[in-house]
């Protein structure tokens, strides 16, 4: 199973308000997207001890034709991905399997505790 890539583009790292934490994370999506999301998208890697939700995020392509919108599941705790090039129109699909999403970047904010 392919995961996508997370780094840390602020120095700041951890906001904690209160009982809750946010990291922001850059995201870049796996090479071999699996339907459903990706289970390596974890509380442990954003620095959290869980994660209650993630702003939904879009991720342009470098070429700029297209975009992939990255959600939290909560029920799943996976992170997935939808995009917008599909048929038909004003569906916004998730991505199917096999999918190389390593040109779609986007910064998420990871809400949570812990």
């Known amino acids: ?9 602020y120095k700041r790292g951890v906001d904690v ?3 809750s934490k946010m990291c922001p994370v850059q ?3 796996p090479a071999s997207y699996v339907a459903g999301g990706d289970a390596n998208f974890t509380a442990g890697k954003v620095k959290l001890g ?3 939700w ?6 342009i392509a470098a070429n700029g034709l297209s975009a992939v919108m990255y959600a939290w599941n909560p029920t799943t705790e996976k992170l ?3 995009w917008s090039k599909t048929t038909p129109a004003g569906a916004f699909p998730e991505v199917t399997d096999g999918t190389d999403l390593t040109g779609f970047s986007a910064i998420l ?3 949570g505790k812990g």
Do not use: D, K
């Open 1 to 9: 199973m392919a995961a996508g890539t997370i780094t840390y583009p």
């Open 109 to 111: 904010l990871c809400y």
């Open 80 to 82: 997935q991905a939808f």
């Open 50 to 52: 869980t994660i209650e």
């Open 17 to 19: 308000r209160g009982h």
């Open 54 to 59: 993630v702003i939904p995020m879009l991720g």
């Open 27 to 29: 995201y870049v999506g």
